[in-house]
């Protein structure tokens, strides 16, 4: 009977270990929902002003000739306002937009860059059913390689998650989703522009920069 009992409250403890551990959602405040001429897209709060995204959510007609930078309307943790381009890398494919108005809380680059076997978590629009229809959910996917600073994910983001911020389960920024990719086995991989690590220190460099020219 005591073992029983021993073997019990081991389980129970182990079951307490592991939700205490667990992550949770993204940041409501720091995940950003855009819309615009590209339709639906994410960006994330790296700053009290600033949104990370993606490069060709601020410019979607590139491939058309058409370099035109577009801002869109934003909607985080409640607050809503504007966001317009401030700086853009389309060697790399990513942005940052400046915010009309305060944002509600932001994330930080991870220490560390991702390395196979790990886990990450986006946010992403519901389109399943037409009563979810644009709804937040969140995603989770692990790292199959990381190659030339992006990370390749073993599972495909919906429509609309370019630009979204992948985070670990300290909720800290690993990097941008910006594309998807099928194989030929049938299986769709996501790959996100990596801004933790050594990669750390480029967004940290832009976002002073940007910040310094709207003094």
Same mark, same amino acid.
């Given at each position: 009977m005591r073992g029983l009992l #021993? #073997? $019990? *409250? %081991? /389980?129970l403890l182990s079951l307490t270990t592991l939700a205490a551990g667990a992550p949770g959602p993204p940041p409501s405040g720091a995940v950003v929902s855009l819309t615009g001429r590209f339709g639906f897209a994410?960006?994330? $709060? !790296? +700053?009290?002003? @600033? !949104? @990370?995204? /993606? $490069?060709?959510v601020v410019n979607p007609f590139e491939e058309r000739g058409d370099f035109t930078e577009w801002g869109s309307r934003f909607e985080a943790?409640? !607050? +809503?306002?504007? !966001?317009a381009p401030a700086l853009v890398d389309r060697t790399a494919d990513w942005a940052l937009e400046v915010s009309s108005v305060p944002l509600p809380s932001w994330v930080v680059p991870a220490a560390e %860059? &991702?390395? &196979?076997g790990d886990q990450v978590w986006w946010a992403e629009y519901d389109w399943g059913r037409q009563a979810d229809v644009s709804a937040r959910v969140v995603r989770s996917a692990r790292v199959v390689r990381v190659v030339a600073g992006q990370a390749w994910l073993d599972d495909g983001a919906a429509a609309g998650a370019s630009g979204g911020c992948a985070l670990d389960a300290r909720g800290d920024l690993v990097g941008v989703l910006w594309m998807t990719k099928d194989t030929q086995d049938r299986k769709t991989s996501t790959a996100a522009v990596l *801004? +933790?690590? &050594?990669? %750390?220190a480029e967004l940290r460099a832009a976002v002073d920069a940007v910040r310094r020219a709207m003094k």
């Open positions: #021993a #073997a $019990a *409250f %081991a /389980a994410h960006g994330c $709060a !790296v +700053s009290d002003r @600033l !949104v @990370l995204t /993606a $490069a060709h943790g409640g !607050v +809503s306002g504007y !966001v %860059a &991702p390395r &196979p *801004f +933790s690590g &050594p990669w %750390a």
